[in-house]
């Protein structure tokens, strides 16, 4: 994975690390001088609007005295941290939320520390092993994962039921009223797209996703059939497009059937909805005569610390305290995020939570574990974003489908 000249350069930062990780749980009471430190930290708006971060930052400062912490917190997202990290590595914040796919990049940049001690240990301990890997290159271990990353299927139960939402065929056929979309159609930059794909045997780069020979085969006759079926449904009149009306929008008047979104804005709906509402698994679908279960991509979203932070001891001690039980099960609570960590997924709250069961369904049901390889992190996106894009502009169309399922094979595979 040309990991090796990437490990070397940062071999005596990851062993200071180590040590320094080591110390993550000490609490510093028994005295001593007070050191003047500042900490960034940057964390999705629903860490800040719920109070969570806030109430964090302030309770670790109570616990760790020997340090006078100046924190400044910005608002970034998870999926928009690696393309602001590189913009500036040093000028990025100390500890920062990550979506795990963004991992390589960021390891390959010099632009997060490998974890050692206290935290590697939380991580390969308590972490549950469905998403552990996600936050490592082979051994090492470079984030802590706190909550599962993938998308399921919610329904308004005024236009659906459970039977309805087993397969597109059926959410499509479904009799609605003329002003009300039965699907929302988002490709999430690609994310959301890999589904039809991926659930009709597809791949990029072979089966883990990492073998660059393997090639890509979405141009055969499969792919063909799934690109003919987006195209359908894309254009379906009862199939609402992202980016031309928003979800919230619709559900507040009852106009959506079904739409797939994860469990960080499981909240903002069901305020909408309340009993309404309704969730399971991304349902089957059938392009070509076989009935496929759509599989979305499963990762998990991290915590990880920036290599070049000033303060590295506070930074992975404050990391640590981040992705505890304690303060997962506090995420959970106060922002319906799933825990990853063992205890606090197996508390009664997480086991008898609608929503956990069913991203645990998805997981094990209805998904594939997202590709991490450098090359499809930098060119998947892109492409397989544009696939939509020209099917709703018409610039893709079952006439030439072939030619550009060739096109966007011969950009992934480019040497």
């Known amino acids: 994975m040309k990991m090796k000249k990437v490990l070397a350069s940062l071999l005596a930062m990851a062993m200071s690390v180590t040590l320094l990780a080591g110390c993550g749980g000490d609490s510093g009471k028994s005295g001593g001088e007070v050191t003047d430190i500042s900490l960034k930290v940057w964390c999705p708006q629903n860490q800040v609007d719920t109070g969570i971060m806030e109430q964090q930052q302030k309770e670790f400062a109570e616990a760790h005295p020997e340090w006078n912490i ?24 100390d500890v920062f939320f990550f979506a795990s796919d963004q991992l390589i990049e960021l390891v390959d940049a010099g632009a997060i520390a490998q ?58 056929a479904k009799d609605t009223p003329d002003n009300v979309y039965n699907f929302y159609f988002e490709s999430a930059g690609g994310w959301k797209l890999g589904c039809y794909y991926y659930g009709a045997g597809l791949t990029v780069f072979g089966p883990e996703g990492n073998d660059l020979s393997a090639g890509v085969d979405w141009n ?65 679908f059938n392009p070509d005569g076989h009935d496929y ?9 991290c915590i990880g610390v920036n290599a070049h932070s000033q303060n590295m001891a506070a930074a992975v001690a404050f990391a640590t305290y981040l992705g505890s039980e304690e303060q997962q099960t506090l995420r959970y609570e106060k922002s319906a995020q799933i825990p990853a960590n063992i205890a606090a997924g197996q508390s009664e709250a997480v086991t008898s ?41 018409k ?13 966007f094979v011969a950009a992934m595979t480019a040497e």
């Open 70 to 93: 100046t924190w400044t917190t910005e608002i970034v997202g998870e999926d928009n941290a690696k393309t602001e990290i590189l913009k500036d590595v040093g000028a990025a914040a």
């Open 115 to 172: 974890l050692g001690g206290t935290a590697e240990k939380m991580v390969k301990e308590e972490i549950a092993e469905s998403v552990r890997a996600t936050a490592m290159i082979g051994d090492a271990t470079y984030a802590i994962p706190f909550t599962h990353n993938t998308f399921f299927l919610f329904y308004d139960k005024t236009l659906m039921n459970e039977d309805d939402i087993t397969s597109l065929e059926k959410i499509m």
């Open 220 to 284: 055969n006759e499969t792919g063909v059939a799934v690109t003919n079926y987006l195209i359908d449904l894309i254009n379906n009149p009862k199939c609402a497009y992202d980016g031309e009306i928003s979800v919230t929008e619709l559900i507040g008047d009852h106009r959506l059937g079904v739409w797939f979104d994860g469990s960080w804005n499981y909240d903002a709906y069901k305020n909408i909805l309340g009993d309404d509402m309704g969730i399971s698994i991304i349902p089957t």
């Open 293 to 301: 279960q759509l599989k979305g991509f499963y990762s998990s979203k």
């Open 353 to 393: 939570d609608p929503l956990a069961s069913v991203i645990v369904r998805e997981a094990n049901e209805a998904s594939v574990m997202q590709p991490v390889h450098s090359v499809f992190s930098t060119r998947y996106w892109t492409y397989a974003g544009a696939i939509p894009t020209e099917i709703r502009s």
């Open 395 to 407: 610039e893709l169309t079952k006439d030439n489908v072939k030619a550009k399922l060739d096109a």
